[in-house]
């Protein structure tokens, strides 16, 4: 993977928790294999589209994203512009949608799916019209990579599009949180924007060797998070994807955390502690 970093994150590369998610300053990675072990691939239907639980499918809009994370699941993807799903590739998964009823819910992944915001439009106006799809989520970084971004013409047209589909149907949008060092002024403004969509906001954060696997950086995440109306959906140990060790937190470290975490913050504000198991299970709580 390519180092990629946005004009934004630049200015806050003096904060150790932002430089060590982007910078690799060992400068050794570069010959890394990274594996798929969770099976994506194989189960990648048509292009773009990952249909590995029954009901629920997923869509890589692209490879693309403003700034390129060190520890991304997807990283033997992350940054080729192949990825990108053209309007045949979208007519194509809109078809396998509809074809397929026991889908009732499309999750728009990537890569970031604001980061091509006229692509992630296309889709969900091809797919809005199937009945069988009951709810929407899409998951990004941008926010808190490119808060600037949120304001171009095509992101505006883009939240239109998720407004009146979230006015009809329950829309999520899942934020991909680290560090509350990351929940900048301008960060802030950009989620106290996406509320007023009428989406019911969400958070994933992976835990990180060494960024924040400190039980007093994760409570002041969460609760910073829910005192912005945004509901911490799952706390992730790291992929076992090759190449990622280095950000691999100790097992036990973690869990003595998670439970500190689940006696002092509300249910609501305590993210599933999950593992996504290799070889396709999917994601399995660790207590
Ligand atoms: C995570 C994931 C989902 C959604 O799982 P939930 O537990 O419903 O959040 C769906 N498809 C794939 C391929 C996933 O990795
Ligand atoms: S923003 Fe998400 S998809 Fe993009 S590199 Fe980071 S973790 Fe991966």
Known sequence: MTEKISPYLKSLLHLPSIRLQYIDETKNATTVNYNDPLMEDSHEVVKGLIHKYTHRALIKVSYQCAAHCRFCTRIRQIGHPEGRLQEDDIDAIAQYLSLHPEIDEVILSGGDPFYTPQTTKQIIEKCQAIDSIKT???GT????QSPISMDSKLVKELEACIQ???????????LHVEHPDELTNDALRVIQHL?????TLLSQTVFLKGINDEYEILVSLFKSLYHIGVIPYYLYRCDRVKGLEAFYADPQKEKEIAIKLRQYLSGIACPLFVEDIENGYGKIPVM
Request: glycine residues 4%; without cysteine; hydrophobic residues 55%.
């Open 141 to 144: 970084r941008l926010p808190l």
């Open 164 to 174: 009146q589909l979230a006015a009809q149907k329950p829309f999520f949008i899942l």
């Open 195 to 199: 509320r007023t969509l009428g989406v």
């Open 136 to 138: 929407w989520r899409i």
